[in-house]
C-alpha cells in the first residue's frame, strides 16, 4: 500500500504529537488524564480503588461489590450491593470502610415498600459486564435494576448521579435507602434517622478498623435532588415502615450481614428527566459537620463541576512529571502515569477530621502500612509532591506527640499492625536527608529514639519488641524471653534485619542533628543483622544444592541456631505459611533466601560475606530465576536493583524489563499483587522513570528510563531535572548505559543523589545494545556504611 506524501506527513506529525506525552506542557494536545485507568488492579486481588476521588482526598466513591470488596469494588465479581463513600486502595487483608452504603430500587414490585429488597445481599443487583467507567475523578456503572449510577466527589463529600434506564416498565417510584453497614461488617452501635419533609438521610456507627485495634465512629448526611419526596421511613430485617424516622440499634454480637442491615430510607415521586442525584457528605467528627462538608464543597449538585474540579486537582499533581515517550507504546505510558495516580490515592488528607486531639498540624490517616509504602509511595511522593510528603511526615510527628509512638501503620483512626520494624524511622530518616520542609527534627528524633529504646505494652501496633535482647544479645532471638510487652513472637529474622536498618537510619539521624554518641551506638546496632547470619547453612532445591551458602537463621537466646528452611515462604515451599498471626514462622511474608539480601545500609559487607561480588551476582540472578522471589510482596523491589552493588547495573535494568511489562501492565489484573495503597504503582513509576531511590538514604540507584526523556520538575524549587537517554531504542534492545553526563561532565558513578532534583540538571545516558563498563568499579558502587 502507498500513501500519499501528504497522508503519510500527516500521519508523522500524528505520530509525534502523540509522542510528546507532556506534562509539563500545557499548550499540547496531550491530557495526562487519557493515560490513567484506575480500573488496571481490580482483578485477581490487586485491590486497587477504582473509584472516584481527589488527591489523598478522604471521600472516596465506588460501586460496592458482592465477594471481593477489600476496596469497593472488583472487577471479577458480579453482584453490587451499594454505593459507599469511603474506601482504602489495595490492603490485604480485610476489605476497609465501605461505611453507609446507599442503595437504589427504581421502584417496588406492585409499589410495595415491603416488596422491595432491603438487606445487603438481599437487594444486591448484577452489575452489566463492561460497563464500569473509570476515570480519575469518576466512576460510573451500570446496574441490571435499570439503574445507571455514576459518582465523582470533593474532598469529604460524593456526588451520585442515578440515572433510570428502564423506569417505564414497573412503577417508576425510586426508593433510596441507606444501610448502618461496612464492607468489614464491624458495625456496633448505629443511628439511622430521615427528615420526612427533606428526605435528608442522616446517622452514624461505631465501627472497626481493617487491620488495628480499637473502634472509631463515623457520620452521614444524604441530600437529594431532582424529584419530589413521596414518603419516608426505616427498615431493617427485610421490611420497611413508613412514618418512622429513626433507628438505632446496638450489635447482638451476632454481626452477619442479616442483623447489622438495617437503616432508612426515602422514597420519590418519578424524576422529571428520569435523574436522581444524592449528595453524601461524610465526617468523623458529627452528622452536623458531615452535612456542613457536603454544603460548603458541593452548594449546587453540580455533576459535571465537580468531575472537572477533580480532574484539574488530578492534573495539576500529575503534571510535574513529563514524559517524552519516544513512539513507546500508550500501554506503557498508561502504566506509569497510571501507578502514579495509585500512589496519590493514600493516605488520606483527614485534617480537620480528627476528634482524638486538638493539633495545628496536618492529620493524615490510611498509612496502609508503612511496611508498605516505606519502599516506593513515600520517595514518589518526595519527587511528584514535596508538600503532601512534608505534611504526612508532620502527621506522623504528630501522632507520636499525642500517642506516644510513630505508627507502621494506621486506618480509620486506629493503630494498625505492625508487621517488621518501626519503619517510619526510616521514613523520617530519608525525608530528613531529602531536606524535607517544615518538620520539627528535634520531636521526630525523639519519636525515632523511643522506638529504638522504649518497648511499648503492645508491640503490636507500635514500636519494637524484645528491645532488652536487643539491647544484650544484639539480635532478637526465637523464643525470646520478654516480660515487657506483649507481641506476635514470631518473625524474629525478619525483625532483626528491619531492625539494623531502622537503627541505621536513627544513626544517620543522629549524625545530621549533631548527636554523635547516639550515631556511634545506632551504627552500631545496625551491624546486628551479622548475628542472625548463619555462614554454613546451605540451601537445597528439590533435594539438589543451590550451592549458595549463608543464610539468616533462627537464633535462641542461649546462641543456638535452630533452623527454618531457607526457601520456606518462598513461592516454591509453603508461600502462605509467613503471615501476621501466632503460627507465624521466624520470616514475615516471604524467605531466609528473600531477607538475606535486606542490608540496605551495608551491602558492600553483604557481597563480601556472601562470597564477594561474582557470588553475590549469580545468587541474586538465582533468586529472581529460580521461582523463589514473588515481586508482588514489596521486600522485593529494592531486589531487582541491587545487581548495582556488585558493579552489574545493566543487570539491574535488564530485571527491571523484565518485570515490567509481564508483571506490571494495563489489565485488571495487570499487578502482581495487592497494591498496598499504591506501592506496586509507585514502584512501577521508579523502576520506569530510572532513577530507583534507595529508601532511607539519599541515594538513587540510575538506569535508563523506559522512556526517552523524563523530565521533573521540583515544585519548591521550580528546578527541573531531566533524565535524558541518547540513542534510545523503543523496543527495549538497546537498555545498556555506555556512559552518562550530568550537565555536560561525565558521571562514572551508578548512583546520584537527592540534590539532582532539588538543584535541577540534566543527566544524560548513552544507551548500546550490550553491557559496558560504565558504573561497573568500586569506585561507581553505591555507599555502604562499611567502605
Ligand atoms: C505551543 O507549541 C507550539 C508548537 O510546539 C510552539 O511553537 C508555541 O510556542 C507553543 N506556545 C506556547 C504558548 O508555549
Ligand atoms: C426492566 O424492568 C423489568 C420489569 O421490572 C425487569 O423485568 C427487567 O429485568 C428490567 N431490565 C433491566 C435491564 O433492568
Ligand atoms: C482538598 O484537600 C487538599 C489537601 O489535601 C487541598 O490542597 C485542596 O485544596 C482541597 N480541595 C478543595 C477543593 O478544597
Ligand atoms: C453502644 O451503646 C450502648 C448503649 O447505649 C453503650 O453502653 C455502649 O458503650 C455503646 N458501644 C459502643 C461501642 O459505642
Ligand atoms: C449517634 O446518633 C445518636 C442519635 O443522634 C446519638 O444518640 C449517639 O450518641 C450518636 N453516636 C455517636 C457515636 O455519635
Ligand atoms: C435532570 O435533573 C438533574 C438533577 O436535578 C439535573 O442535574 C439535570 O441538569 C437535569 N437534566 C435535564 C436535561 O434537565
Ligand atoms: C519515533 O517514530 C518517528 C516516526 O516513525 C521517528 O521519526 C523517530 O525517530 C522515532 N523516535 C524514536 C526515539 O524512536
Ligand atoms: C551445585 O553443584 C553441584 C556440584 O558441582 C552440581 O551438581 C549441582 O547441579 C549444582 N547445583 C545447582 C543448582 O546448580
Ligand atoms: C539453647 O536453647 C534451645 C532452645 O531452647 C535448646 O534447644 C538448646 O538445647 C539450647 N542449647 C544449649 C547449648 O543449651
Ligand atoms: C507446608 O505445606 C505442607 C503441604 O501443603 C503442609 O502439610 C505443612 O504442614 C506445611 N508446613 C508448615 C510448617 O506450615
Ligand atoms: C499482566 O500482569 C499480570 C499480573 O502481574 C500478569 O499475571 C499477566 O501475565 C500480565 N499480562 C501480560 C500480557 O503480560
Ligand atoms: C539539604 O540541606 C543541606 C544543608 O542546607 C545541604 O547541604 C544539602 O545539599 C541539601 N540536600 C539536598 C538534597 O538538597
Redesign the pocket.
Known amino acids: 500500500m502507498s500513501l500519499s506524501v501528504k497522508v503519510l506527513g500527516a500521519i508523522v506529525a500524528a505520530l509525534l504529537a502523540s509522542s510528546v506525552a507532556t506534562g509539563l506542557d500545557t499548550n499540547s494536545s496531550f491530557d495526562v488524564l487519557d493515560y490513567i485507568d484506575p480500573l488496571i488492579g481490580t482483578a485477581n486481588g490487586g485491590h486497587s480503588f477504582a473509584g472516584a476521588t481527589l488527591p489523598f482526598g478522604m471521600a472516596k466513591a465506588v460501586a460496592d461489590t458482592l465477594g471481593e470488596n477489600q476496596a469497593g469494588f472488583a472487577y471479577d465479581t458480579t453482584y453490587v450491593s451499594g454505593l459507599s463513600h469511603m474506601h482504602d486502595s489495595g490492603t490485604g487483608g480485610s476489605p476497609s470502610l465501605g461505611n453507609f452504603p446507599i442503595f437504589v430500587h427504581p421502584g417496588c414490585p406492585d409499589d410495595a415498600l415491603d416488596r422491595c429488597t432491603w438487606q445487603q445481599s438481599d437487594r444486591a443487583t448484577a452489575w452489566t459486564q463492561g460497563s464500569p467507567k473509570a476515570r480519575p475523578g469518576y466512576f460510573g456503572i451500570a446496574l441490571q435494576n435499570g439503574v445507571r449510577a455514576e459518582m465523582t466527589v470533593t474532598n469529604h463529600s460524593a456526588l451520585y448521579r442515578f440515572t433510570f434506564t428502564n423506569a417505564t416498565t414497573q412503577t417508576f417510584s425510586p426508593v433510596v435507602l441507606v444501610d448502618l453497614m461496612d464492607l468489614p461488617q464491624s458495625r456496633t452501635n448505629g443511628t439511622a434517622s430521615v427528615d420526612p419533609s427533606t428526605g435528608r438521610l442522616t446517622g452514624n456507627g461505631t465501627f472497626n478498623p481493617s487491620f488495628g485495634i480499637g473502634s472509631y465512629d463515623l457520620h452521614f448526611c444524604v441530600d437529594f435532588k431532582g424529584a419530589s419526596v413521596r414518603d419516608t421511613g426505616v427498615w431493617s430485617n427485610n421490611r420497611a415502615g413508613q412514618g418512622q424516622t429513626t433507628i438505632s440499634l446496638t450489635s447482638d454480637g451476632s454481626n452477619t450481614a442479616a442483623t447489622l442491615s438495617a437503616g432508612s430510607f426515602t422514597r420519590f415521586s418519578a424524576p422529571t428527566n428520569q435523574t436522581l442525584m444524592a449528595r453524601v457528605g461524610v465526617s468523623f467528627i458529627s452528622v452536623e459537620q458531615a452535612c456542613s462538608n457536603a454544603e460548603k464543597e458541593q452548594p449546587d449538585f453540580d455533576f459535571p463541576g465537580t468531575v472537572s474540579a477533580a480532574e484539574a486537582a488530578w492534573r495539576d499533581k500529575l503534571n510535574v512529571f513529563h514524559v517524552e515517550a519516544g513512539n513507546v507504546s500508550s500501554d506503557l505510558q498508561k502504566v506509569f502515569w497510571s501507578g502514579m495516580y495509585r500512589a496519590m490515592i493514600s493516605p488520606q488528607d483527614y485534617t480537620g477530621e480528627n476528634p482524638l486531639w486538638q493539633s495545628d498540624e496536618p492529620y493524615y490517616d490510611s498509612y496502609y502500612c508503612i511496611w508498605d509504602s516505606f519502599r516506593g509511595v513515600h520517595q514518589l511522593l518526595t519527587l511528584a509532591d514535596p508538600l503532601s510528603q512534608s505534611r504526612m511526615m508532620r502527621s506522623l510527628v504528630d501522632v507520636y506527640r499525642h500517642e506516644g509512638y510513630l505508627p507502621d501503620c494506621r486506618m480509620s483512626l486506629c493503630k494498625g499492625y505492625t508487621q517488621g520494624g518501626s519503619n517510619a524511622d526510616v521514613l523520617l530518616s530519608e525525608a530528613l ?3 524535607v520542609s517544615d518538620i520539627d527534627w528535634a520531636t521526630a528524633y525523639e519519636a525515632v529514639v523511643k522506638d529504638a529504646e522504649i518497648e511499648p505494652a503492645n508491640w503490636n501496633v507500635e514500636g519494637r519488641g524484645g528491645l532488652t535482647s536487643w539491647k544484650t544479645l544484639n539480635y532478637i532471638p526465637t523464643d525470646d524471653f520478654d516480660p515487657y510487652g506483649v507481641g506476635l513472637h514470631t518473625r524474629s529474622i525478619s525483625r532483626t534485619v528491619e531492625y539494623a536498618y531502622n537503627d541505621f537510619c536513627i544513626a544517620q539521624m543522629a549524625q545530621r542533628l549533631g548527636h554523635q554518641s547516639d550515631y556511634e551506638k545506632y551504627i552500631q546496632r545496625a551491624t546486628n543483622w551479622q548475628n542472625m547470619f548463619k555462614d554454613d547453612q546451605k540451601s537445597y532445591l528439590g533435594g539438589v544444592d543451590t550451592n549458595f551458602t549463608g543464610f539468616p537463621q533462627p537464633r535462641y537466646p542461649n546462641g543456638t541456631w535452630g533452623y527454618q528452611d531457607p526457601i520456606f515462604c518462598s513461592p516454591l515451599l509453603n508461600f502462605t505459611s509467613c503471615y501476621l498471626n501466632a503460627d507465624g514462622h521466624e520470616t514475615y511474608e516471604g524467605s531466609a533466601w528473600l531477607y538475606s539480601f535486606f542490608v540496605p545500609q551495608d551491602m558492600a559487607a553483604l557481597v563480601t560475606r556472601l562470597g564477594g561480588p561474582q557470588t553475590f551476582t549469580s545468587r541474586l540472578s538465582y533468586l529472581h530465576d529460580s521461582g523463589l522471589l514473588y515481586v508482588g510482596d514489596e521486600q522485593a523491589f529494592l531486589t531487582v536493583f541491587q545487581f548495582h552493588y556488585s558493579g552489574r547495573p545493566a543487570l539491574s535494568t535488564e530485571r527491571a524489563h523484565y518485570y515490567i511489562p509481564s508483571q506490571f501492565n494495563t489489565s485488571v489484573s495487570g499487578i502482581p499483587g495487592n497494591d498496598d495503597g499504591g506501592a506496586m504503582g509507585a514502584f512501577a513509576v521508579l523502576s520506569m522513570m530510572g532513577l530507583f531511590p534507595v529508601h532511607g538514604q ?1 541515594v538513587y540507584l540510575i538506569n535508563p528510563p523506559f522512556f526517552e526523556e523524563v523530565i521533573i520538575q521540583n515544585k519548591e524549587t521550580g528546578k527541573v531535572a531531566t533524565i535524558r537517554n541518547l540513542n534510545f531504542d523503543p523496543t527495549y534492545k538497546s537498555i545498556y548505559i555506555q556512559s552518562a553526563t550530568r550537565d555536560g561532565q561525565a558521571w562514572t558513578k551508578n548512583w546520584i ?3 539532582f ?3 535541577g540538571g540534566v543527566l544524560e545516558l548513552e544507551l548500546g545494545p550490550t553491557e559496558s563498563s560504565w558504573g561497573t568499579h568500586d569506585e561507581d558502587l553505591p555507599p555502604s556504611m562499611s567502605t
Open positions: 536527608l531529602k531536606n539519599d543523589t537527592h540534590d532534583f532539588t538543584q
